[in-house]
């Protein structure tokens, strides 16, 4: 599943390309699109931004229209030269939006709506989505506060499902979600009950650092959270540019332990941790009981 970040740098990529731009074609190979297409013609309207909220990409043009995609697995927008070949098969394709001499085509995206501000507003399918931790809005405080209200609601949520429920916090995905908990120092299972504010305020503050170092140096797809040690001058692959995902079986990089992994959350999502760096603290540590009445 794309990362936040990924959707992020498509949605900055899509607005230098198209935005102030003029839409001479557009085409697609999805019914309810066409059926606006024909009604209220794409073609004319100028392209005014394209933001990422989550994990949901928005293309705004003018009059009051916006073209919602969310990539799922398998969706991307790729941005081409008109005429240029494509990189994926005709038959993937579900949007075509050229602007002159700039194309940007999405393929096998499987959510693809327009809306107008007022739908936009009133859709249910669309999520309300918590704090853009990429967005402009984004604060520690806003975001320690949205994990503190889902807390007191959701006290038995597993903080790692929680990373990645977009109404709370939105653009963290799967991979970041297993980061951020080992370098806040969290079992990935834990209880949002068992978690103190501290480590809330820690969560928060090491989403937006990583998740923005990420898209700031623009290191392509790859996501980096771990640096160092900068012993060697052999270049790093990508194995070596995280901290916990994927490693299950090797040495954490902080103490040694084998890291685990284990799949959690309705969606059964791997999830990656160094049982001693991020240690278990069930309900009833965390509410002061003593041992023995457990
Ligand atoms: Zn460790």
Redesign the pocket.
Known sequence: MPEGDSIFRAARALHRALAGKVVTSFETTLAPLERVNDDTPIRGRTVERVEARGKWCLIFFSGDLTLLTHMRMSGSWHIYKTGERWQAPRAAMRVVITCGDVQAVAFHVPVAEFHTSRSLERSENVPKLGIDVLGTSFSIDAATRALREHRQSHPDAEIANVLLNQRVLAGIGNVYKSEIA?AAGVNPFRKIQTISDRELERIAEIAERYMRANVAEDKGEAIVTYTGPRRTTHAMNQGARLWVYRRQGQ???????I?EMRRQGTGARSTYW?????PWVDANERSGRPSSER
């Open positions: 080992f040495e954490c990089r902080r103490c040694g332990t890291i160094c049982p001693s760096c991020q």
